[in-house]
């Protein structure tokens, strides 16, 4: 294993991150205690408790889970397209390095970076409502598992973006809709039934139950389905990406 | 001489079914600095980019340093440093930053002395924290070098290294290669510029729609194929040539004051003396003459016009 090349990519994208630390880090922190004042302050102070939770205390694996989601898929994605972009792809392509560590680089990096913003979100969290984490070894390890699922789902999509257009349009048209609609903001048994049913087809649901599940020991699907649905997309994404290594799908001729 | 480089029966057919590359056979011999010439589109960039491990080849075989490039690619590529055609750079990173990452990519520990060095001979120790974006044209080239050397590579491939260069930096930039030469370096040069070639190649291949055309000894292929033209400034103009001097295939140039004659050096008879003989029966007489010997630039020409 060339595990030089892999700390090489790795370090490269995190000092991406640490050179647009306004943009990396901070933009998601301050959206998201935006989103405690609005809904958490503001709305939530005229809702009761979901299932025995404040709703501010409850929203907050959501949101978590909303920004760990797009930010792996914009970490992921545009980590391996600008290289495509600017050409400096070559010096991946012709160094002696296998595709599982320029994915581990890459991906590494990506899923690094959205694990500790999830981190800062949920420090700053703190700050606004009273949180008692249930499970914080569960909380810990469905936020690794989302963030890798994620990211990798974004590498994927930074190699089958040919343009800027197409990088953001499965993020915003797609992953954030998910992300709303998937309960980052209400119970799906607040639903009615025919809607539940729709939602449960939404696998960002599966995300944020599993996740709330662990501070909160409240889901709307059991905490193994969520696991189960999870390390499912965990698999199909690395399914893709082995099939796109193996015929240099939009990176070699 | 050992080859570094075995290319063997190599085709690329791209998917729109363009042939890029036609049955390529090639070997680069140690230590050499080989220049690959050819016209736009003749296949030089695609023939780096399979032996560097950027595209796939359709068919063939390619070894370097004996490793073949699809079962060793991690031996093979390792010995290799390459030079893209095109700037492709981290516009936001350091100098330094980016020569130490490629060295990173490539397995090599770090040696801050070795990239010193590389900095050094590039003429960019002093621009080693500058941002990549503030860098002039020449300078982000000499990067690239940079970052193709960071690893120590015994093979360098540098596709049209002086593209876009002045003149002056031109030559330093040849200065270097014949340093890495000497170092031990085999280099693959690839450019439009016959003069580079000509100036620094010890062989020189021409590939032309994807076939390799010809490779010869730079010296050799001067001498085999090279043509001289003589060149005579006559005394009067002339309207017309004399039916006597019609076999010769004269030019009759400047509105008639100079008569051009091109022969072949390999001939067994140039032609010259009988000319000369002819000339002087016809009453044409010459103030001066000269001779030239054809370029590199007229072999390749005359190489790609060909059918």
Not at chain 1, 45 to 71: A, D, H, K, N, W
Request: net charge neutral; proline share 4%.
């Amino acid at each position: 294993m060339n595990h030089r090349a892999v700390r090489a990519i790795y370090l490269f994208e995190m000092a991406r991150t640490w050179r647009t630390l306004l943009q990396s880090i901070v933009s998601p922190v301050v959206s998201t205690s935006l989103y405690f004042v609005v809904f958490g302050a503001a709305i939530g102070s005229r809702i009761s408790q979901v299932e025995g939770v404040s709703y501010g205390t409850f929203i907050v694996p959501g949101l978590i889970m909303l920004s760990v989601l797009t930010q792996s898929i914009a970490n992921a994605s545009f980590g391996i397209y600008f290289p495509k972009f600017t050409g400096t792809i070559y010096e991946i392509l012709s160094a002696p390095i296998s595709y599982f560590e320029i994915v581990l680089g890459y991906v590494g990096a990506a899923a690094t970076k959205s694990i500790i913003l999830g981190l800062i979100i949920l420090a700053t969290a703190g700050l606004f409502v009273p949180l008692h984490i249930h499970h914080p070894v569960w909380m810990l390890a469905f936020l690794v598992l989302t963030a890798v699922t994620f990211s990798l789902f974004g590498f994927i999509i930074g190699i089958w973006a040919d343009g800027f257009e197409k990088l953001q349009m499965i993020p915003m048209l797609v992953v954030t809709p998910l992300t709303f609609l998937g309960g980052s903001f209400y119970s799906i048994d607040m639903l009615p039934p025919t809607w539940r049913t729709v939602a449960l087809l939404n696998p960002v649901v599966y995300l944020i139950s599993g996740f709330r599940w662990s501070f909160y020991e409240i889901a709307d699907v059991s905490m193994s389905v969520s696991v189960g649905m999870t390390l499912a997309f965990l698999v199909i994404c690395l399914v893709v990406i082995w099939w796109i290594f193996r015929t240099g799908y939009r990176l070699k001729n | 001489m050992s080859s570094i480089i075995s290319v063997a029966n190599l085709s690329k057919t791209y998917g729109s079914g363009f042939k890029a590359l036609k049955n390529v056979n090639l070997d680069i011999r140690r230590g050499e600095i080989f220049a690959l010439l050819g016209p736009n589109g003749a296949g030089k960039t695609t023939l780096i980019s399979i032996i560097c491990g950027i595209a796939n080849p359709s068919e063939g075989q390619v070894l370097v340093g004996g490793e073949n490039i699809q079962n060793s690619y991690r031996k093979a590529r390792s010995l290799i440093g390459l030079v893209p055609q095109e700037l492709h750079t981290d516009a936001f990173e350091s100098v330094w930053a980016t020569v130490s990452f490629s060295r990173g990519l490539f397995g090599k520990p770090k040696n801050p002395g070795h990239i010193e060095k590389v900095l050094k001979d590039l003429s960019l120790w002093d621009k080693k924290d500058n941002k990549i974006i503030t860098l002039s044209g020449g300078m982000k080239r000499r990067v690239m070098i940079a970052k193709a050397l960071s690893h120590e590579p015994q093979i360098l491939f540098l596709d049209e290294p002086t593209a876009g260069v002045d003149v002056e930096l031109r030559k330093g930039m040849w200065e270097v290669v014949r340093t890495l030469q000497q170092s031990g370096v085999t280099i693959i040069l690839t450019t439009h510029y016959i003069e580079e070639a000509e100036e620094m190649a010890d062989r020189i291949g021409i590939i032309n729609k994807g076939e390799i055309v010809l490779i010869e000894d730079k010296a050799s292929l001067m001498q085999k194929l090279g043509k001289k033209r003589l060149t005579l400034h006559l005394q009067g103009k002339l309207d017309a040539l004399p039916e006597s001097l019609s076999h010769y295939e004269l030019e009759l140039c400047d509105n008639g004051a100079t008569l051009v004659y091109d022969y072949d050096t390999k001939g067994e008879r140039t032609g010259i003396t009988s000319l000369l003989s002819d000339l002087r029966n016809a009453n044409i007489r010459f103030n001066d003459l000269d001779t030239t010997q054809s370029s590199l630039e007229d072999i390749f020409v005359d190489l790609v016009r060909t059918p």
